[in-house]
């Protein structure tokens, strides 16, 4: 059984930094295609980031790209979210997914998920 879980969020000022991590529980998370999604007080969990299972391709929601990244490290079971130039309207819980080999924006496409990090931007 697939687990994850995220760390590295915290409070942070508008303009700084954070890097969220995502460690799986399973030495064949290199299968699994991986997302980021946040959920902002009162609002609807949204698509920020995903990366194909080789690592190969990533894709990014308008709204963070040129400021976040995802990257993996299939050696360490884990995938990251650097996060640039942070903004308030980035204040979510942020979420990391999974699905085996097949990814995309839509969050019913991921199988497993974690139990989030919070991140808080303060102006």
């Known amino acids: 059984q697939l687990r994850l879980v995220e760390s590295g969020g915290g409070l942070v000022q508008a303009g700084g930094s954070l890097r969220l991590s995502c460690t799986a529980s399973i030495r064949t998370f290199s299968n699994y295609a991986t997302a980021w999604f946040r959920q902002g007080p009162g609002k609807e969990r949204e698509f920020v980031a995903s990366?194909?299972?080789?690592?190969?391709?990533?894709y990014y929601a308008d709204s963070v790209k040129g400021r976040f990244t995802i990257s993996r490290d299939n050696a360490k079971n884990t995938v990251y979210l650097s996060m640039n130039s942070l903004k308030p309207e980035d204040t979510a819980v942020y979420y990391c997914?999974?699905?085996?080999?097949?990814?995309?924006?839509?969050?019913?496409?991921?199988?497993?998920w974690g139990q989030g990090t919070q991140v808080t931007v303060s102006s």
């Open positions: 997914a999974a699905n085996q080999y097949y990814g995309d924006s839509n969050r019913n496409t991921y199988s497993y």
């Open positions: 990366i194909s299972w080789r690592g190969a391709s990533t």
